[in-house]
């Protein structure tokens, strides 16, 4: 996605040689513009697959499944990080591993409002690693729901979550693959 792109151009910021900043438009102000068209280009990636729900991962994801959900107008579901005190009844859990605190966590939805029934496209700021995505997954796959795909808006193709997810035989459409953070520079595939 071209205006992505330039977007990450223009106002990403590069720590070392691993991780890119965008907190200028979608990890910590968000570009509400840009994101309505994030939500098109995935509406119109996905629009074939009946999709019956987005399930993403608060926080950053919130943002762009909301405008995903829009679009295809079905519910938007989060995985919470911790489980709430108003979260009753059953909840299907995932696990994450997050490498940068190098400990596992569960995430977790209410049965209520994921069903056999559902169709799902799952909705993430980045894909690195692919932990995230596969505690999404595991979310799904405990519903007895069907999964759709993965929708990212920024993929790091240097890190092998994708490619993970890909051999999986999962549907993994990506708007910005990132092939290279090296010399200070973004590369594109
Ligand atoms: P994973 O390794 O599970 O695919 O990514 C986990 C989470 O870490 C992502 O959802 C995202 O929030 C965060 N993350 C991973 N790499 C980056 C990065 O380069 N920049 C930013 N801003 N977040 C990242």
Redesign the pocket.
Known sequence: MELLKTKIKEDGKLIGS?????DSFL?HQIDPELMAEIGKEFARRFEQEDITKVLT?EA??IAVALMVGLELGVPVLFAKKKKASTMDGKVYTGK?KS?TKNQVYDISVSSKYLNEGDNVLII??????????QGLIEIVENSQAKLAGVGIVIE?GF?P?GKQLRKQGIRVESLAIIESLEDNQIIFS
Do not use: T
Not at 18 to 22: H, T
């Open positions: 691993n991780i890119l900043k965008v990890n991962i950053s994801g994450v490498f993430d700021d980045f894909l690195a690693m692919g932990q995230a995505s790091k890190q979550g």
